[in-house]
């Protein structure tokens, strides 16, 4: 079956930080829909060695086998992605945590609680995990998906996957195959379309310690919920911009991320003051990005980024809404502040970034 598929990407060596530059050969990319074959065609690529786009209940993944460094190599290029950014490791199976890392006591009990689902726990590593998959950080991130398409590909694949989010570097990440195949387009073999991501934002990511853990981007599981087990702290680069040679304890905050072409700014402040703020600025070019209820009340043309009251509508729209910006021809966006409670501060963490950290207070 593999000789019917388009060639493999060309190999480049991990030299320096973005080595994809050197060579990419284009692809014929496949979008299959989930199902038994495509499984079985999506686990027979990635044990020789090549990418494939996964549906999770978070976002779609960029999968490779998170065994063979040449595979995770082919990550880095295909997104674009600066190599000293670590990936995410997913498992279906809990042998497999043992297998990749030396997880404390808590971690168990955590993946007992939220595993399968949008939990990711950075572990120390074992010395099977390669630097490539770590940016050779002492530690790997694993998680359990439980998107069904992705347990299975994992599972038939035999191998655990690396998979960051499948968007090319600091565009907003998938959450439907069609936005997976923009991106990637001519640069993976396969992409496997499992429908709308439950969640829509990323999955929560934890440093786990002996009796607390440190939330490094928050995401479906909260901090509420994980207060339940264990002390959390929010690390502060969550809420701030790192200053210039602050040591990121996450390095995916280093970069810019999930940014439409316009310039996003959030705007806090109540309904009035958000209305009155767009009737003073309206102009060509300018979106507002607000709750569903407000839309047929603004003064300028508007995306709709979820309900005002229901923060999981905003959460599964917040992607799409600034996908949406740019086939608008969106020039400046301005972002209706959500709350920051339970999983709106994930939301808030995306769309900081998405703004590049323009804040307005009303
Ligand atoms: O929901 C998700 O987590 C999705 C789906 C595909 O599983 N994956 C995802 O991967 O969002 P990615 O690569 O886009 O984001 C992973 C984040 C990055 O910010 C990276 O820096 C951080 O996790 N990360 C990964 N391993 C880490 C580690 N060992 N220590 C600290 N941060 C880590
Ligand atoms: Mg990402």
Request: hydrophobic share 40%.
């Amino acid at each position: 079956m593999l000789s019917s598929l388009p060639g493999r990407l060309s190999c480049w060596q991990h030299r320096d930080k973005y080595p994809y530059r050197k060579k990419m050969n284009l692809l014929n990319t496949k979008l299959l829909p989930a199902g038994e074959a495509a499984y079985q065609l999506a686990a027979e690529l990635l044990r020789s060695g090549e990418l494939v786009g996964i549906p999770t209940e978070t976002v779609y993944g960029l999968a490779a086998n998170a065994l063979d460094p040449q595979a995770v190599l082919k990550i880095f290029a295909a997104k674009d992605r600066p190599a000293d950014n670590p990936l995410i490791v997913h498992i279906w199976h809990i042998d497999q945590m043992d297998e990749l890392c030396d997880p404390p006591e808590l971690a168990y009990k955590l993946a007992d609680a939220f595993w399968p689902g949008p939990l990711t726990m950075t572990l120390p590593r074992k010395p099977v995990v390669h630097d490539c998959v770590t940016a050779s950080l002492p530690t790997v991130g694993i998680r359990m998906p439980s998107h069904p398409a992705a347990a299975s590909i994992i599972r038939e694949s035999g191998c655990p996957l690396a998979a960051p989010s499948g968007n090319r570097s600091g565009s907003p990440s998938p959450t439907i195959a069609a936005h997976m195949f923009d991106d990637m387009n001519g640069r993976i073999p396969l992409i496997i379309d499992g429908g709308t991501c439950d969640v829509g934002l990323e999955s929560t990511v934890i440093m786990v310690n002996e009796d607390s853990v440190r939330i490094l981007r928050p995401g479906g599981i909260t901090v509420e919920q994980l207060q339940e087990f264990c002390d959390v702290e929010v690390d502060d680069g969550v809420y701030k911009k790192l200053e210039p040679g602050q040591k990121a304890a996450s390095p995916g905050m280093l970069y810019k991320h999930y940014a439409p072409k316009a310039e996003v700014t959030i705007i806090a402040g109540t309904d009035e003051q958000y209305r009155a703020f767009l009737e003073e600025k309206k102009a060509e070019g300018v979106f507002a990005m607000a709750f569903e209820e407000e839309l047929s009340s603004l003064p300028c043309p508007g995306v709709s980024f979820g309900r005002k009251e229901d923060p999981a509508s905003q959460a599964h729209r917040l992607f799409s809404a600034l996908r949406e910006c740019d086939e608008l021809d969106a020039k400046t966006v301005y972002a209706h502040s959500p709350e920051q409670t339970g999983i709106g501060l994930a939301i808030y963490n995306r769309l900081l970034r998405a703004a590049a950290f323009r804040v307005i207070t009303l």
